[in-house]
C-alpha cells in the first residue's frame, strides 16, 4: 500500500491481498498450460481452477457447479440478463431499478429497442424501493427481474429474498447484481430465492478482469459467449487462470476477514459520520441508514461542487467519490442520487467515502482534521450559499422530466 495515499474508494476498487498475488503467481509463471489440455502440465491447472471454483461457491453458500467464470461483473450481468430472456423468449417483460448501474440500465434500454417492455421500478429519499410497486408491475409477461443487492453509490440494501419471492409467484427469473455486496455482508445462496447473480474480483480484493455468475442448479441456462467447451459449455474462451486462482484465494480469505472486517469497517464509518454531520452544517447522509453496507457514507454538503471537494482532498492524498467510477468524467448529476430525489444543493455536492479492511483509524483522523477546513473554504467561494438560488432547483427538476 502507498503509504502516501489514504484510500476510501473501495467501491470503485479495492487493493489486492498480498496472499492473493502469492497465490496467482506460479501461474503466470511456472503453470502455463492450457486448462483444457489433456495433458497433465494442462491438468494441473484446470485443477487449480476447480479449486477456485469451489473457495467461491463456499464465500456465497453455493454449490461449485453452480459458479461460472467471467471477465468482470459487467459480463455478469449482460450474460444474466440474455441469458434469462432465452430461456424464456415467450415473455418480453423487464422489471428492474432507476438506480442500478450502468452496465444493467443500458442493456435494459437496448431492450427496449429490441421490443422488450421495461418496468424502472422507483426509489424513496433512502433509494430504497417500495415492493408494493413491484408487486403491481409484475404479469405473466415477466421474464426478468433484475435488481443490484446494494447500491453502489451509497450502500442501500434492497430488501432482496422479498423482491425473489415476488418474482417467483409470477415465474420470473430473478437476477441479481451483487457486486458491491459480496465480500462486504455475509450471503447464503442455499436459502434464496435468486437465480442468477453476479459478482466482481476486484470488489473483494482480488485481481480486475475477473469475475464469476452464480446460475443455481436446475435453472435453464443459456450461454451468452459461444465457442469451446470451457465452463461446461456456458462460458467459451481460454479461462483467465491466473485471475481466477486470484479469486478464489481472495473468496477463502474473505470467509476469514469478513465477520471483523464488518465491525471494523461500521466503527470508522460511523466515527467519519458522526464527526462531520457534527461539525460541518448543512449536510447530511444520503441513504438507507437501517439497510446499508457497513463499508459506506455518502454525505452531501449543501452548496459546492463534489468534484471540488475530490480535487482539495487529493491534495492531501485522500481517494474518495462523488459516484459510480464507471461514469466519472460525466458532468451529469449522479442517476442514483436524481431518482432519490435530492434537492439540487445536495445533488452535487454529495461524496462516497468507502472503506474496507485495510481501513485504518489514522486514516478516518486525516479525514476528519481536513474536511472543515476545506468545505468552509469553498463555501466561501461559492456563489450557491443559500436556499434562495430556488431557479437552480426548477432546473434541475426540469432536467429530471
Not at 94 to 111: D, G, P, Y
Not at 220 to 225: G, K, N, S
Not at 379 to 388: E, I
Request: proline share 4%; with cysteine; glycine share 8%.
Amino acid at each position: 500500500m502507498n503509504p502516501d495515499v489514504i484510500y476510501l474508494d473501495n467501491n470503485a476498487t479495492t487493493r489486492i491481498d498480498p496472499a492473493v498475488v502469492e497465490a496467482m503467481l506460479p501461474y503466470l509463471t511456472t503453470y502455463y498450460g492450457n486448462p483444457s489440455s489433456m495433458h497433465t502440465f494442462g491438468g494441473q491447472v484446470g485443477k487449480a481452477i476447480q479449486t477456485a471454483r469451489s473457495q467461491v461457491a463456499e464465500l456465497l453458500g453455493a454449490e461449485p457447479s453452480e459458479i461460472i467464470f467471467t471477465s468482470c461483473g459487467s459480463e455478469g450481468n449482460n450474460t444474466a440478463i440474455r441469458a434469462a430472456l432465452a430461456a424464456q423468449s415467450d415473455r418480453k417483460h423487464v422489471i428492474t431499478t432507476q438506480v442500478e448501474h450502468a452496465c444493467v440500465m443500458n442493456v435494459c434500454k437496448q431492450l427496449e429497442k429490441q421490443g422488450y417492455t421495461v418496468t424502472y421500478l422507483s426509489v424513496d429519499r433512502k433509494g430504497q424501493i417500495d415492493l408494493s410497486e413491484l408487486e403491481a408491475a409484475l404479469t405473466g409477461n415477466t421474464a426478468l427481474v433484475t435488481t443490484m443487492y446494494a447500491n453502489n453509490e451509497t450502500g442501500t440494501i434492497f430488501p432482496i429474498e422479498q423482491i425473489g419471492s415476488l418474482a417467483k409467484e409470477y415465474g420470473a427469473t430473478f437476477h441479481v447484481d451483487a457486486v458491491q455486496a459480496v465480500g462486504k455482508i455475509p450471503l447464503n445462496l442455499k436459502t434464496s430465492t435468486i437465480d442468477l447473480l453476479t459478482l466482481s474480483g476486484h470488489k473483494l480484493h482480488a485481481p480486475k478482469g475477473v469475475g464469476a455468475l452464480y446460475v443455481r442448479r436446475g435453472y435453464r441456462f443459456r450461454p451468452f459467449i459461444l465457442g469451446g467447451h470451457q465452463e461446461r459449455g456456458r462460458r467459451a474462451g481460454t479461462e483467465n487462470v491466473a485471475s481466477i486462482v486470484g479469486l478464489g484465494k481472495a473468496a477463502e480469505l474473505e470467509l476469514i476477514h469478513l465477520p471483523n472486517a464488518v465491525q471494523h469497517e461500521k466503527k470508522l464509518r460511523d466515527r467519519l459520520e458522526k464527526f462531520l454531520l457534527s461539525t460541518i452544517t448543512d449536510c447530511e447522509v444520503n441513504g438507507d441508514p437501517k439497510n446499508r453496507l457497513p463499508n459506506t457514507t455518502n454525505i452531501g454538503f449543501k452548496f459546492i461542487e463534489g468534484e471540488a471537494i475530490l480535487l482539495s482532498l487529493d491534495r492531501y492524498g485522500i481517494c474518495a467519490s462523488s459516484g459510480s467510477a464507471c461514469t466519472s468524467g460525466s458532468l451529469e448529476p449522479s442517476h442514483v442520487l436524481r431518482a432519490m430525489g435530492l434537492p439540487y444543493t445536495i445533488l452535487h455536492g454529495s461524496i462516497r467515502f468507502s472503506l474496507s479492511r485495510y481501513t485504518t483509524d489514522a486514516d478516518i483522523d486525516r479525514v476528519l482534521e481536513v474536511m472543515p477546513s476545506i468545505i468552509d473554504r469553498l463555501r466561501a467561494l461559492s456563489p450557491f450559499n443559500s436556499d434562495a438560488a430556488g431557479w437552480l432547483q426548477e432546473r434541475e427538476e426540469a432536467l429530471v422530466k
